[in-house]
């Protein structure tokens, strides 16, 4: 990686830091150019604008996670180990770019429309891979769901939630969080015979 790949992922980074710490439009070029160690005449080498910068964090974050799901989706599994890989996976982006996460989730508004539709679709890109996991695992009779599509908000809401207390520096590690998420999940998503679920 050259020089300029490495610089470009240090600004990335503190953009995705001072944008969740102090929100996108109270966060100045000025603030990120200094972040960084460069005067704002060498920044703008680098990046245009802010709305540019912004869209590179949101949009690095997304297709990290896409990437990072087309293996579990390939691979012949047992849905519930698909779907415990998914998880991991999930964490293990979340928890490598947790800044990005949070700027992802709470300042799509503030990118322009055309922006926000290309976010949105690689967004529904990445949730229509987990959905169509949990289909696969009921059209298997292993998942026993009433909406695909409703399993994978409650999934998704669960692997998203820990951006805002996970730390690398804690107790569990991104597969052993996953892990413990998964074997909770899989108690309510799994069929069971008519007799147990009574």
């Known amino acids: 990686m050259g020089n300029a790949a490495v610089r470009e992922g240090e600004i990335l980074a503190v953009a995705a830091r001072l944008f969740r710490e102090k929100g996108y439009h109270a966060t100045s070029m000025q603030d990120l150019a200094e ?27 997304m297709c990290a996670f896409i990437d990072a799901l ?4 390939a691979a012949p599994l047992d849905p519930r180990d698909k779907l415990r890989r998914a998880m991991v996976t999930h964490l293990q982006v979340l928890s490598a770019r947790t800044d990005a996460v949070a700027v992802l989730l709470h300042e799509l508004k503030s990118l322009s429309p055309e922006r926000q539709r290309d976010i949105v679709a690689l967004r529904d890109q990445y949730e229509g891979g987990i959905r169509r996991l949990l289909a696969e695992g009921a059209e298997a009779g292993v998942f026993a769901l009433e ?14 939630w820990p ?6 520096t804690g107790e569990k590690r991104p597969d052993e969080l996953a892990e413990a998420f998964a074997n909770i999940l899989l108690r309510g998503l799994e069929a069971r015979g008519r007799e147990e679920r009574a």
């Open 147 to 160: 909406s695909p599509k409703l399993a994978g908000f409650v999934v998704l809401a669960v692997m998203n």
């Open 35 to 61: 972040a960084v160690g460069m005067n704002r005449g060498s920044f703008y080498y680098y990046i245009r604008t802010k709305e540019d910068l912004l869209y590179r964090v949101m949009r690095d974050a």
């Open 70 to 73: 087309a293996p579990v989706l």
């Open 163 to 168: 951006y805002h207390w996970y730390r690398d």
